[in-house]
């Protein structure tokens, strides 16, 4: 201030400063309860264009107190404060002004920005003097929340979390209530190409125009999605889009599969659990349009059977459309879930054998008419590593016997003894009654190469939890809850042999007691102990 006053009215206006008597204290001003809002810093220190206009009014008693709360920051004003640090390099020719300018100039001194030279002058670093690059690496760390609350602090952190590099592999979460000019732009420009519908009341056209490089859409339990949605959706090729979730939306047919198949040929993860609508057709235009699927989900899709199966596989006859553009069903595929299909028998799974060779997973958990008949034609699958026959009833040792045959699942030979080279990883036969101490037996000898059985309510005693522990020295998981012959001489011995085990369920073991829990103790690598309902699998 002094430095403008001297610029603009001369040397002779501050020699007025040494004829003013100045009091020991400001006087209080009593201010009107109307006008209270002058008691801010607008009301309490002059402007600097004032000043410039009207000078005479400048005195210590405007500008005598000593501390004044803005909205924005605080500022202390500080009459006789030494400021040769911040003027030093202004050299003036009248010696004595220069002096006398230092001594009595009256300054406004922001807090922040004494704060940031004090950081400054002892050498330490703020997160302001970090690079652009840095901060992504800071904010890479952050959950998606986070992410969003950064990105409105400042517009520095929005440039730095908007990186597409910050969002890699994010998922986003919509509610597709009503339109949002900004919401897809900024999707775009994070590079966010995976998209879950929480809830849909408008259409699905804006989403998937506003992101063309839409990679994957989850439209799960989105109950009223029906065909003509869908219809309006996807009448574009949708090239990106890898991975599709309809599971519960109940009211998807056939036709939106034939939607699907026409405009996203490089789907490779379908999921339609809980379409109860989807019949054998469907699966038809599947094996017909989706070459590249890899994984399908039909679990409780009532209204498939074998014949569906079939088409799926390639055996059943394909349409002449079909056998022109390459038809032979979906070879590529390797995980099939068919949870819940009640239609679906023995045959099915002869179609699976002959068409689907490249499959690795599959799911028969509750398919009640798959017997051991159908375990027989899964034993000539090389590629099979995880199956789930968690409650079908038909199923019993002699099935075990059929998987763990030399020649059976995973192994690299058709012939000879027992040994080969068994590739199966994940065996699930709970709830299976007819499951029993021999089946541990065909287990032991010919699926040597299990990181994970579960045995969850079977027929087995401690003889036949005696012969998988000294079988599969590699076991990992081990559920033998509601196994009530369990008793805590079958801990012993896979606290004696079972080395690499580190998770195992004994709920409703009700012969296992604290002797045999403590005995499980010598297990290094065990981390999980189940007793009680509710376990994770």
Same mark, same amino acid.
């Given at each position: 201030?002094?430095?403008?006053?001297?610029?603009?009215?001369?040397?002779?206006?501050?020699?007025?400063?040494?004829?003013?008597?100045?009091?020991?204290?400001?006087?209080?001003?009593?201010?009107?309860?109307?006008?209270?809002?002058?008691?801010?810093?607008?009301?309490?220190?002059?402007?600097?264009?004032?000043?410039?206009?009207?000078?005479?009014?400048?005195?210590?008693?405007?500008?005598?107190?000593?501390?004044?709360?803005?909205?924005?920051?605080?500022?202390?004003?500080?009459?006789?404060?030494?400021?040769?640090?911040?003027?030093?390099?202004?050299?003036?020719?009248?010696?004595?002004?220069?002096?006398?300018?230092?001594?009595?100039?009256?300054?406004?001194?922001?807090?922040?920005?004494?704060?940031?030279?004090?950081?400054?002058?002892?050498?330490?670093?703020?997160?302001?003097?970090?690079?652009?690059?840095?901060?992504?690496?800071?904010?890479?760390?952050?959950?998606?929340?986070?992410?969003?609350?950064?990105?409105?602090?400042?517009?520095?952190?929005?440039?730095?979390?908007?990186?597409?590099?910050?969002?890699?592999?994010?998922?986003?979460?919509?509610?597709?209530?009503?339109?949002?000019?900004?919401?897809?732009?900024?999707?775009?420009?994070?590079?966010?190409?995976?998209?879950?519908?929480?809830?849909?009341?408008?259409?699905?056209?804006?989403?998937?125009?506003?992101?063309?490089?839409?990679?994957?859409?989850?439209?799960?339990?989105?109950?009223?999605?029906?065909?003509?949605?869908?219809?309006?959706?996807?009448?574009?090729?949708?090239?990106?889009?890898?991975?599709?979730?309809?599971?519960?939306?109940?009211?998807?047919?056939?036709?939106?599969?034939?939607?699907?198949?026409?405009?996203?040929?490089?789907?490779?993860?379908?999921?339609?659990?809980?379409?109860?609508?989807?019949?054998?057709?469907?699966?038809?235009?599947?094996?017909?349009?989706?070459?590249?699927?890899?994984?399908?989900?039909?679990?409780?899709?009532?209204?498939?059977?074998?014949?569906?199966?079939?088409?799926?596989?390639?055996?059943?006859?394909?349409?002449?459309?079909?056998?022109?553009?390459?038809?032979?069903?979906?070879?590529?595929?390797?995980?099939?879930?068919?949870?819940?299909?009640? !239609? +679906?028998? /023995?045959?099915?799974? &002869?179609? %699976? =054998?002959?068409?689907?060779? *490249?499959? @690795?997973? #599959?799911? $028969?958990?509750?398919?009640?008419?798959?017997?051991?008949?159908?375990?027989?034609?899964?034993?000539?699958?090389?590629?099979?590593?995880?199956?789930?026959?968690?409650?079908?009833?038909?199923?019993?040792?002699?099935?075990?016997?059929?998987?763990?045959?030399?020649?059976?699942?995973?192994?690299?030979?058709?012939?000879?003894?027992?040994?080969?080279?068994?590739?199966?990883?994940?065996?699930?036969?709970?709830?299976?009654?007819?499951?029993?101490?021999?089946?541990?037996?065909?287990?032991?000898?010919?699926?040597?190469?299990?990181?994970?059985?579960?045995?969850?309510?079977?027929?087995?005693?401690?003889?036949?939890?005696?012969?998988?522990?000294?079988?599969?020295?590699?076991?990992?998981?081990?559920?033998?809850?509601?196994?009530? !012959? +369990?008793? /805590?001489?079958?801990? &012993?011995? %896979? =606290?004696?042999?079972?080395? *690499?085990? @580190?998770? #195992?369920? $004994?709920?409703?073991?009700?012969?296992?007691?604290?002797?045999?829990?403590?005995?499980?103790?010598?297990?290094?690598?065990?981390?999980?102990?189940?007793?009680?309902?509710?376990?994770?699998?």
């Amino acid at each position: 201030m002094a430095s403008v006053l001297s610029g603009w009215y001369g040397y002779n206006l501050f020699n007025i400063a040494n004829f003013i008597e100045y009091e020991p204290l400001p006087k209080r001003r009593k201010l009107d309860k109307q006008n209270a809002y002058r008691t801010t810093a607008t009301a309490a220190c002059v402007d600097t264009s004032a000043c410039a206009g009207d000078y005479a009014e400048l005195s210590h008693k405007d500008c005598s107190s000593s501390r004044i709360q803005s909205a924005g920051s605080s500022s202390i004003y500080r009459p006789f404060a030494d400021t040769h640090h911040i003027h030093h390099h202004h050299h003036s020719r009248h010696t004595k002004s220069k002096k006398f300018q230092e001594n009595e100039k009256v300054e406004v001194v922001d807090l922040h920005d004494e704060e940031e030279e004090e950081v400054d002058n002892d050498g330490k670093t703020t997160i302001e003097h970090l690079f652009p690059e840095i901060l992504c690496l800071i904010f890479q760390k952050l959950d998606r929340q986070s992410k969003g609350r950064a990105a409105q602090v400042c517009s520095r952190w929005r440039d730095a979390v908007y990186l597409k590099s910050i969002w890699k592999g994010c998922e986003a979460r919509l509610h597709l209530r009503r339109s949002n000019p900004t919401l897809f732009p900024s999707l775009v420009r994070r590079g966010i190409r995976r998209v879950q519908v929480l809830s849909l009341r408008k259409s699905l056209r804006e989403l998937v125009t506003g992101v063309p490089s839409l990679h994957s859409l989850n439209l799960s339990g989105c109950y009223n999605l029906s065909d003509s949605a869908l219809d309006t959706a996807l009448n574009r090729d949708l090239p990106n889009l890898t991975s599709l979730n309809l599971s519960l939306c109940k009211d998807v047919t056939d036709n939106s599969l034939g939607r699907i198949a026409t405009h996203c040929k490089n789907l490779e993860n379908l999921d339609l659990g809980g379409c109860t609508k989807i019949t054998n057709t469907g699966l038809l235009l599947i094996s017909w349009g989706l070459k590249r699927i890899k994984r399908l989900n039909l679990r409780s899709c009532w209204q498939i059977s074998d014949h569906g199966i079939g088409h799926l596989a390639g055996v059943n006859g394909q349409p002449a459309a079909a056998a022109a553009a390459g038809g032979g069903g979906a070879r590529l595929l390797e995980d099939l879930c068919l949870q819940d299909c009640q !239609k +679906v028998t /023995d045959e099915a799974l &002869k179609h %699976i =054998a002959d068409g689907l060779t *490249a499959i @690795r997973r #599959i799911n $028969l958990s509750f398919c009640l008419s798959v017997t051991d008949t159908g375990l027989k034609s899964l034993s000539r699958v090389k590629s099979l590593r995880d199956l789930n026959l968690r409650s079908c009833d038909n199923v019993s040792d002699i099935g075990i016997g059929f998987l763990s045959s030399a020649g059976g699942v995973g192994s690299s030979s058709s012939g000879g003894g027992g040994g080969g080279s068994p590739l199966l990883d994940r065996l699930d036969v709970s709830f299976c009654d007819r499951v029993t101490d021999s089946s541990m037996a065909h287990i032991g000898s010919g699926m040597t190469g299990l990181s994970s059985l579960s045995l969850s309510a079977c027929q087995i005693t401690d003889c036949g939890v005696v012969r998988i522990s000294r079988d599969l020295p590699n076991l990992v998981v081990l559920n033998i809850g509601q196994c009530g !012959k +369990v008793t /805590d001489d079958a801990m &012993k011995t %896979i =606290a004696a042999n079972m080395k *690499a085990l @580190r998770s #195992i369920d $004994l709920y409703g073991c009700t012969k296992v007691t604290a002797a045999g829990i403590q005995a499980l103790d010598k297990l290094d690598h065990l981390k999980i102990v189940n007793r009680g309902l509710w376990h994770q699998f």
